[in-house]
């Protein structure tokens, strides 16, 4: 429970050090009386929950060195203007909260003591301040992750001669080399540049002469042109991470392929427009991440792997490179995520990808892979991603996956693998996203008979299962469905994405997949655990529907079209109250359409056509937003939005109709109206008074 800062602290005149570190203070404002506290030398308030504003009163702080006042999330008003004129404010910190308004507001003279000032991840607005430029003991400036705008020229920034970390970051700034090539001497000693989104439109001319620098992120600007050669040469015993992605860098200038940087370990150039060969550096660092993806880059040195035996992270993913990958890439063996996807690399899977005991995400789609999945997969495997979609790998899936208990998703469609489905995949208890399409799969989906019963826990978390274009037939047992607990009831503490942290500072890497929703092929670069769709489309599955598929009521999308499923459409099917897609067409199904699947209002996309349903469409809800394309190639169905009204010869009788229906032509032309009327009103509104003008409707006939 959330306790009050005991007021009892305010009588501590002699107090000169308050440190209130992951307190429980939600919703709790800071209170005024922190400014009786006047012997105060430092003040640290970390994420302990306040909220309202910082107290103006703590202007009164007149000995305060230090201020931190961070990552209380609800905490939000302005910076108090008094702040930044205590006469001895060495070092303020506000990072990680709600704080707005302009930095203009902050009068000028600032203290001449600040040494450290870091803003960071906040809302402020406006230009900064010329005055801060003019802190001459100013030595870290943080100010990314705002909204503030204006124009700033670096050469006000060369100026803070004791100057060593500048974090200007994703705000709405432009930063201009105002001077040119003309730098002006000398240059402090900045260890840490973060010049991401700044609307760079070239590579500033002084960074050539910072002899300190460690870490350089020039991400998301607009830089053209070629990646000078100099970068190698003056800071290959210093440059720890370099980051020039999302540019529009074409190529680079005689750089050889291999290039000396002692103590790199991050180098990210993607997301620009580089061809030729990729730069392998020869590092001494223990943990490596090379990010080469989304460039026109078509060579590697051959057997590139001899080079990066320590590397962690390496995505070449979205280039032109071919060939087979080098043996020698089992010389990287503390490789944790590997992803070469959409290259032309061909040959076999190499053997010591799967039988690493280090890599936890191994991502081959879209090349030109062929052979069997390598058998070799041993116990303790580490293996959280597979993915290989989109090669031409035969042969069946090999039983030692078995041995990844910690595999979230599998997607090896696209591919040639035959067999039967792999129950045995159901003993992996963490089993989220599993792709089998378009392969030569085939037999009946049955029931966990024969041994595969033994563990009630079979695809328990399975939450994504794509079977679509392959030969599997028969009826599909209904006990199978009665596994999938992930779309039953929610097992989920609470939404989050589908993504692995990596042991360097690239991050986050999250998974991507490409399915079939809403009658769409979608791709997915952000895979919530909550998000549950099946696809069996395009086999011959045949029989009942069958009813089970009634008590998946997280599920978001269901496809069974192009079988030859028969029979009525399950009315439990309206139990999947959150499904917003679902697609049954091009089966063998007959009957009535449920006037119960009205009651799905999650409903966006609907195909039930080329069956042999028959009698009235329903009419309530989203039924009135369907296309006519929904129903089509149903003879016998009849009613909106189809033009055969139902008391047309030959159609089914409006009296055959269910009692519970609108059962008149009158109806379906009062729906018509009542939806046309309305879409002026935009969908929203309208839908909902058409919604109640015919509820009304129904009360009085």
């Not at 009386?33 to 910082?54: A, Q, R, Y």
């Not at 303020?92 to 960071?120: C, F, H, K, M, Y």
């Not at 991050?266 to 490596?288: A, K, M, W």
Request: overall charge negative; aromatic content about 8%; hydrophobic content about 40%.
């Amino acid at each position: 429970m959330s306790m009050p800062i005991p007021n009892q602290i305010g009588n501590l005149a002699k107090l000169t050090s308050l440190d209130l570190m992951y307190c429980d203070l939600f919703g709790q404002q800071i209170p005024s009386w922190i400014g009786n506290l006047t012997k105060l030398t430092s003040l640290e308030i970390v994420e302990c929950g306040c909220s309202g504003s910082i107290p103006s009163t703590i202007g009164n702080l007149t000995q305060l060195e230090d201020l931190e006042i961070v990552y209380n999330m609800e905490l939000n008003g302005t910076i108090p203007r008094s702040l930044f004129a205590l006469p001895g404010l060495k070092y303020i910190d506000l990072s990680g909260n709600q704080l707005s308004g302009s930095l203009e507001d902050i009068p000028a003279p600032l203290s001449s003591s600040l040494s450290t000032i870091v803003l960071r991840e906040n809302q402020l607005t406006g230009p900064i301040p010329k005055s801060f430029f003019q802190l001459t003991n100013l030595k870290i400036f943080y100010l990314d992750s705002n909204k503030l705008t204006g124009t700033i020229e670096l050469s006000s920034i060369w100026r803070l001669k004791s100057l060593s970390d500048l974090i200007l970051s994703n705000n709405l700034i432009s930063l201009t080399d105002d001077k040119g090539e003309t730098v002006p001497r000398p240059l402090p000693n900045i260890n840490y540049l973060y010049l991401a989104s700044c609307n760079l439109t070239k590579l500033p001319a002084a960074l050539r002469y910072l002899e300190a620098l460690w870490e350089l992120d020039l991400s998301s600007n607009q830089i053209s042109g070629v990646i000078p050669s100099w970068i190698w040469e003056n800071w290959k015993g210093h440059l720890q991470s370099l980051n020039l992605s999302r540019n529009m860098f074409t190529t680079l200038e005689n750089t050889p392929s291999l290039v000396n940087m002692t103590y790199l370990t991050v180098l990210d150039l993607s997301f620009n427009r580089l061809e030729g060969s990729i730069p392998i550096p020869v590092t001494t660092s223990i943990d490596v991440a090379l990010d080469y993806s989304n460039n026109n880059f078509s060579s590697i040195v051959p057997n590139f792997g001899i080079y990066i035996e320590n590397a962690t992270y390496i995505n070449f993913s979205n280039n032109k490179l071919s060939a087979h990958v080098p043996s020698s890439i089992c010389n990287a063996s503390k490789l944790s995520i590997i992803d070469l996807s959409s290259n032309n690399f061909s040959g076999l899977v190499p053997p010591c990808l799967t039988e690493s005991v280090s890599l936890r995400i191994l991502k081959l789609r879209e090349n030109q892979f062929h052979g069997v999945l390598p058998e070799n997969i041993k116990k303790g495997c580490k293996l959280q991603s597979i993915d290989v979609n989109g090669n031409r790998i035969e042969g069946k899936l090999p039983r030692s996956l078995s041995y990844c208990q910690d595999l979230e998703l599998l997607d090896v469609g696209n591919n040639q693998i035959v067999g039967s489905f792999p129950f045995w995949l159901g003993i992996l208890p963490n089993l989220r996203v599993l792709v089998l399409r378009s392969n030569k799969l085939n037999g009946t989906i049955r029931g966990f008979q024969g041994g595969y019963q033994k563990n009630g826990d079979h695809f328990r978390w399975l939450q994504i299962i794509d079977l679509a274009s392959n030969n599997f037939t028969g009826n599909i047992s209904s006990e199978w469905f009665e596994h999938l607990q992930s779309m039953i009831k929610n097992i989920n503490d609470a939404e989050e994405i589908l993504e692995y942290t990596t042991n360097t500072t690239k991050g986050l890497y999250r998974d991507i997949i490409t399915i079939t929703y809403k009658s769409n092929s979608l791709m997915i670069t952000k895979i919530l655990t909550t998000f549950k769709v099946i696809d069996f489309s395009d086999n011959s599955f045949g029989g009942p529907i069958p009813k089970s598929l009634g008590k998946l009521v997280l599920l978001h999308g269901l496809n069974l079209s192009y079988n030859a499923f028969m029979g009525q459409i399950p009315s439990q099917l309206s139990s999947l109250t959150q499904l917003e897609s679902l697609d049954l067409s091009w089966n063998k199904l007959s009957g009535k359409i449920p006037y119960e699947l009205t009651s799905l209002t999650y409903l966006a996309s609907l195909n039930l056509s080329y069956n042999n349903l028959t009698g009235r469409i329903p009419q309530g809800n989203q039924f009135l937003a369907f296309p006519n394309s929904s129903f089509e190639g149903n003879v016998h169905l009849c009613g909106m939005p189809l033009s055969k009204q139902c008391d047309t010869p030959g159609s089914t009788s409006a009296s055959a109709s269910a009692p519970s229906e609108p059962n008149s032509l009158w109806q379906d032309r009062l729906d018509a109206i009542l939806l046309f009327t309305f879409t002026g009103l935009g969908f929203g509104v309208g839908f909902a008074l058409a919604v109640m003008f015919e509820s009304l409707w129904n009360h009085k006939h």
